[in-house]
């Protein structure tokens, strides 16, 4: 069992930052693929990164590509989201989720059980 903890979202301006975390609690952490969704108001909730459980391979959707970056501490069962370059169409419910232990994902939603409460995240024009 995994459970899963954000932080980090907040009102910021259109081109400005954000570094979102996600604190995991068991001992796991270390063999899942961590992932980042994000939901909009009226909108279905998108992929929008992930990385494997080594660290070494990461996943990103393709509206964000080039703004966000994804990293992972092992150590402290912690993966991040840092994200830059923010536009109002990036505000959204964010959550970080995770995949059961050296499980394959398609980075669809469904792939992953575990999942945070959520960080609302709004961008101002």
């Known amino acids: 069992q995994v459970q899963l903890v954000e932080s980090g979202g907040g009102l910021v301006q259109a081109g400005g930052s954000l570094r979102l975390s996600c604190a995991a609690s068991?001992?796991?952490?270390?063999?899942?693929?961590m992932g980042w969704f994000r939901q909009a108001p009226g909108k279905e909730r998108e992929f929008v990164s992930a990385?494997?459980?080594?660290?070494?391979?990461?996943r990103y959707a393709e509206s964000v590509k080039g703004r966000f970056t994804i990293s992972r501490d092992n150590g402290k069962n912690t993966v991040y989201l840092q994200m830059n370059g923010l536009k109002p169409e990036d505000t959204a419910v964010y959550y970080c989720?995770?995949?059961?232990?050296?499980?394959?994902?398609?980075?669809?939603?469904?792939?992953?059980?575990?999942w945070g409460q959520g960080t609302q995240v709004t961008v101002s024009s």
């Open positions: 068991g001992r796991t952490f270390s063999s899942v693929t």
């Open positions: 989720a995770a995949t059961h232990p050296y499980r394959a994902t398609s980075y669809a939603a469904a792939d992953f059980p575990y």
């Open positions: 990385i494997n459980w080594i660290g070494d391979n990461t």
